[in-house]
């Protein structure tokens, strides 16, 4: 019964983690929710699938190998076309100075893992509609 038009609220999210069980949960939380979800293994497999599917929301995982989630959301964010695109950190830590650093490189939330379903969507609800 979903409908996949502009003006339903399914949103296209991008999931980063390198851990398979991360990325398959919020897979299926964010898919019950009635999403279109796309799954990148790390950092640079994200930046490809930024560019080719234009997520409206993405949540990256901070620690990854290669290219970690400060630097791709870094690299997101300065690319003109993505800049407005809300990122969304997942992360195990959840010290301040984590948080801060998300911020500076232009995260919009900081999620720790493990998260809900209710946090994700909530999230979702939150800047998908900012879009």
Known sequence: MTTTN???NVFKVLVVD???????SAE???????????LA???FDALAKV????PQLIFCDILMPKLDGYQ????IKRNARFSHT???????????FDKARGRMVGCQEYLTKPFTKDQLLQAVQQFGNSQ
């Open 72 to 75: 791709t959301c870094a690299i």
């Open 51 to 54: 560019n080719d599917y234009q």
């Open 41 to 43: 293994a790390d950092g």
């Open 6 to 8: 502009a003006s339903s």
């Open 18 to 24: 390198d851990s398979n069980t991360i990325r398959r």
């Open 86 to 96: 809300p990122v969304v950190m997942l992360s195990s830590k959840d010290g301040v």
């Open 28 to 38: 299926i939380f964010l898919k019950q929710g009635g999403h279109e979800v796309l």
